[in-house]
């Protein structure tokens, strides 16, 4: 039976009021037309705002947790892309650092989604140990309402890729959760791979993907798409003249450091201490040409890269990795020979690291000759060429339009043959000033200053690792900070390798530091590090930390960082008079506090 309506006021639109509501939901149409029943009757925008949502979507009453842990803030950028794009869809999405979510809310969960990159050799990033070792514990609880994701980030040049990751999935898993969707493991670029991720597994949890809206003119206007990524990214980097290259280390030193000053005018590129510049570098000629020889190819053979053909050689020079050896290249390779002690390496970790560890492709080529093997197919086998990431040794503040970097360049003799680090040598060796090197920056989101500028900061570093923190006290400087900056360095000689001497000694002068200590390793019969400073100032390490100070940590992981936190356990335990497990927990403590904080490699 047709009913009759009332006949439309003056002036009114209805064409213009389908468009507005083409594709609307039902319970949606009937929200709306309570809003504006209620702004004709005069009620308070803000009341309406706050009147119950379930009848505007039926998504809406679907909640959905998001957690993020990573070591520089990678996972927090991703989550709040799958917070944003699931608002969009109508879920009610909640975001939290893993570092701040009470393990007890797990059991409560229904719709998760966890973003956790690997730290190191496997191991979970410090915002994410709590949760970790809960799930993996004995007081685990069941989840059997649970339907989850899992997005790990990581590096493949790691032999534990996404090992984190891997481990929470499988967890949660026999928890009894059930998986929206199969993990994803993300390499160094993981932008594309995340966004897919995002658009998957909303569509898993039956939420549609959002009608473009209306404009008030009629015409739809797309809800713009989400970007991982800032304007200057890895497919879109700036090309940063070289300014200054000056060799840090003195004549008959062991080491190899460099200050290079990077020019960034025009870029609008922003970045605060703690942060990283990622460069994208291209192979030195020399293994490009060995590569060609071992694999018996042509360098003007033609390879496809989606819609564009380029010269071998070319793709090998700057789009293809060549210095480092990934179990996924030795399996894709192995896909394409029929050599068994190939296929054996590969079904054998414990051999397989003391191959990779030293080799390059060149090394894979020449160890495995195959017929087989096509200028595409060596294209298709290798892994793209990621950037590599320095912390900033610069302060904006101090150094507006640049950006200064502190390398170390990498060589070493390996299988017979000499090899250099991809990005260090083409840095130290490709470019001079007046090149361009083309750059982005990596925010860290937890390698920052206090922001409180009265807190003490104590920062220990050894070799490069002393770049974040020629950032930080240039940083504090400036700004005025009141807060103490205490620096211990190390690195094996006074006379040839203490970097920025004159800087920190004029810091050290004019109150910059308020203390800087030592230690040249090699400079004595025993050996002293800068853990073993720590300790011979414990007290007052101890004392600076209870007085609220945040303690930093940047250089090698493997011969530093679990050295400096092993020390620092023993400081606490001395001074504070506690035992080893109560010291190993004020430590952890520091950490979930964001107090210790470690730029580690």
Known sequence: MNQSLSPLPAGFDEAALRQLTAGFTPQQLVWLSGYFYGQAAGAPAAALAQAPVAAAAPAATEKLTILYGSHTGNGKKVAQQAAEAAGRRGLLATVHDLNEYPTRQLAQEQHLLLLVSTHGEGEPPAAAEELHRFVLGPRAPQLPKLRFAVLALGDRSYLHFCQTGKEFDQRLSELGGTRLLDRVDCDVDYHAAAEEWIAAVLDKIGVAAPTPAASAGGAATPAPAPSLSPAITRTNPWPARVLESIQLNGRGSSKETYH??????????????????????????????????????????????????????????????????????????????????????????????????????????????????????????????????????????????????????????????????????????????????????????????????????????????????????????????????????????????????????????????????????????????????????????????????????????????????????????????????????????????????????
């Not at 002690?341 to 051999?351: I, P, V």
């Not at 007290?539 to 930390?545: A, I, Q, S």
Request: with cysteine; net charge negative; hydrophobic share 40%.
């Open 260 to 601: 290079i000053e990077l020019d960034l005018a025009g870029a609008g590129l922003h970045y605060a201490p703690g942060d990283a510049l990622a460069v994208l570098p291209i192979n030195e000629d020399g293994l490009v040409e060995e590569v060609l020889r071992a694999a018996r190819l042509s360098d003007t053979a033609p390879v496809q890269l989606g819609s564009e053909s380029r010269p071998l050689a070319a793709v090998l020079a700057s789009r293809r990795e060549l210095t480092v050896l990934t179990r996924d290249v030795l399996e894709r390779y192995a896909a394409l020979t029929q050599h068994a002690e190939l296929h054996s390496l590969l079904a054998d970790t414990a051999r397989l690291q003391p191959y990779i560890y030293g080799r390059d492709v060149a090394d894979l080529l020449t160890d495995f000759p195959t017929d087989q093997l096509t200028a595409q197919a060596l294209a298709e086998t290798l892994r793209p060429l990621p950037s590599r990431a320095y912390s900033i040794a610069s302060s904006l503040l101090v150094h507006p339009d640049e950006v200064h970097l502190t390398v170390g360049a990498v060589r070493y003799d390996a299988h017979g043959r000499r090899k250099h680090g991809v990005c260090s040598s083409y840095l130290a060796d490709q470019l001079t000033v007046g090149d361009t090197a083309r750059v982005f920056v990596e925010t860290n989101e937890y390698f920052k200053l206090p922001a409180n500028a009265a807190t003490d900061i104590i920062m220990v570093g050894a070799g490069t690792g002393v770049a974040p923190f020629r950032a930080f006290v240039e940083e504090r400087v400036e700004l005025g900070a009141t807060g103490r900056n205490w620096l211990l360095f190390g690195n094996p000689h006074f006379t040839t390798d203490f970097l920025y001497q004159a800087e920190w000694q004029q810091h050290l002068k004019r109150g910059g530091l308020a203390k800087l200590d030592v230690a040249f390793s090699r400079d004595q019969a025993a050996k002293v590090y800068v853990q073993d400073r720590l300790l011979e100032n414990s007290r007052e390490v101890f004392g600076w930390l209870e007085n609220g100070a945040q303690f930093y940590v940047c250089g090698d992981k493997k011969r530093l960082g679990s050295a400096v936190q092993t020390a620092l356990a023993e400081v606490v335990r001395r001074e504070a008079g506690l035992s080893a497990e109560a010291a190993d927990s004020y430590v952890r403590e520091l950490k979930k506090q964001r107090r210790y904080l470690e730029d580690v490699y």
